[in-house]
């Protein structure tokens, strides 16, 4: 039962450019996660944006919530080639704790 | 600093053998799941557990089981490995007492069944 979903799949920049991703949801949510994956590792939580907040900083990301769009989108400023990973939204649409990941959008930073 | 570590970060076992991968967080959560991950699927969940000796079904349950005895660790049972249970294993805890549910990830196991 997937509900997030990444765009692009993956993605290519040059060091130092900007990197936006992009996540849509089909039901209503309680907020949004983003996590990072490092190739072969567990994922390490980014930065969360609640249902009722816009815009989130945390550091050289971004985050916007589109609650009537239903999507959600992560800016990495500055990119550098340790942002090289894969990147996922996880959405919460209940009370249980459970929260449901997106596919994930692969970021490669050329040097 | 907050851990979750997992038994193996690597396995290979035959069809039809019994797999045992284990899960230890040292955050007192009360929340745990276990996920597999494939190529362009992402992560499903397989199990998850709100407290000790309680579990609940994910999406794919089926070929699986789990038990947790005790609050930090978390068991992940397969009782006749097969070869489309090749994949990644990870496994995650939160805290029941936030409202936001961040997740904290093990290393994860790449099981390999031959």
């Known amino acids: 039962s997937q509900q997030g979903e990444e765009d692009p799949q993956a993605l290519s920049i040059q060091e130092g450019e900007n990197a936006t991703m992009n996540c849509s949801y089909k039901?209503?949510?309680?907020?949004l996660q983003w996590y990072r994956q490092n190739s072969g590792r567990g994922l390490v939580h980014l930065i969360l944006?609640?249902?009722?907040?816009r815009e989130k900083h945390s550091g050289r990301l971004r985050v916007t919530l589109d609650t009537s769009k239903k999507s959600s989108s992560l800016l990495i400023t500055a990119s550098r080639a340790a942002d090289t990973a894969s990147y996922f939204c996880?959405?919460?649409?209940?009370?249980?704790?459970?929260?449901?990941f997106g596919s994930g959008t692969r970021l490669s930073i050329r040097p | 600093d907050v851990k979750v570590t997992q038994s193996s970060r690597y396995l290979v076992k035959r069809t039809g053998e019994k797999v045992f991968l284990e899960c230890v967080q040292d955050?007192?959560?009360?929340?745990m799941f276990w996920y597999r991950q494939d190529p362009g699927l992402g992560l499903r969940l397989i199990y998850f557990?709100?407290?000790?000796?309680?579990?609940e079904k994910g999406d794919i349950p089926e070929g699986y089981s789990v038990s947790r005895e005790k609050k930090e660790r978390f068991s992940l049972i397969l009782e006749s490995a097969s070869t489309n249970q090749t994949s990644m294993y990870l496994c995650?805890?939160?805290?029941?007492?936030?409202?936001?549910?961040?997740?904290?990830f093990g290393p994860g196991t790449r099981l390999t069944v031959t």
């Open positions: 996880a959405t919460d649409h209940s009370s249980a704790s459970k929260i449901i």
């Open positions: 944006i609640r249902s009722n907040e």
């Open positions: 995650a805890s939160s805290s029941a007492g936030t409202a936001t549910y961040e997740q904290y």
């Open positions: 557990s709100y407290d000790v000796k309680m579990k």
């Open positions: 039901t209503s949510i309680n907020n």
């Open positions: 955050m007192d959560h009360e929340n």
